[in-house]
């Protein structure tokens, strides 16, 4: 743990490496916006209510890197999502087009 640490000195509502975060550097990126989405629930989501409401949370990239849930969909297209597997789809396209995640699929 003592390995990560965030670089940006911003002034997180919660420690990005607590439970509400990377769980201790157990979850990173996407697992950690995943905690804040009920599929029942949630769907149809509006990416504005969403952004509203997490949007200063902080979500470890990875050992290095923290982020803000509204950095994050600053890249992220459409403004609605129908279901759960639209919105990860359209957020990790989101993710890759603003350099914030390195995992590129090869299909």
Known sequence: MEDMYD?????????????????????????VLSKKI???????????????????????????????VSDIFEHVEPDEFETKVEFWKKVGDGMRAGGLWEFKPSA
């Open 38 to 68: 009920d599929e029942d629930e949630d769907f149809p989501l509006q990416k504005s209510e969403f952004v509203e409401e997490y949007g200063d949370d902080p979500v470890r990239i990875n050992f290095e890197k923290v982020v803000s």
């Open 7 to 31: 670089p940006s000195g911003r002034d997180w509502p919660h420690d990005p490496d607590g439970e509400e975060g990377s769980e201790g550097g157990r979850k990173y990126g996407m697992a």
